[in-house]
Nanobody, 120 residues
Framework: QVQLVESGGDLVQAGGSLRLSCAASGTIFSISDMGWYRQAPAKQRELVALITRSFGINYADSVKGRFTASRDNAKGTLYLQMNSLKPEDTAVYYC??????????????WGQGTQVTVSS
């Protein structure tokens, strides 16, 4: 089992910055991919950034050059540094983790979400 808790969401003006954090607990050694997704009102949840255990990173085109994701495998933590925020970045941001156990199906976990609101 893996538990994920996000923090850092807030109300910020356009052009500002925020740093989101995600703390994983439980069997963190079994976590492979970790990432951030977001969901705006009336929209589908979308990928923001995904980091493999070997630190390969994939970003959504809409955040490239503005957002930086990082993780600490030993601590089971995940971060998202968001700069040059835009009103269209307003959404609930979710932490995601995929658990891999040899001989068992992969299992996905989600945090409860943290609200990011960017005012124009």
């Amino acid at each position: 089992q893996v538990q994920l808790v996000e923090s850092g969401g807030d109300l910020v003006q356009a052009g500002g910055s925020l740093r989101l954090s995600c703390a994983a607990s439980g069997t963190i050694f079994s976590i492979s991919d970790m990432g951030w997704y977001r969901q705006a009102p009336a929209k589908q949840r979308e990928l923001v950034a995904l980091i493999t255990r070997s630190f390969g990173i994939n970003y959504a085109d809409s955040v490239k050059g503005r957002f930086t994701a990082s993780r600490d495998n030993a601590k089971g933590t995940l971060y998202l540094q968001m700069n040059s925020l835009k009103p269209e970045d307003t959404a609930v941001y979710y932490c995601y983790a995929r658990q891999k156990w040899l001989g068992s199906p992969d299992r996905d976990y989600w945090g409860q979400g943290t609200q990011v609101t960017v005012s124009s």
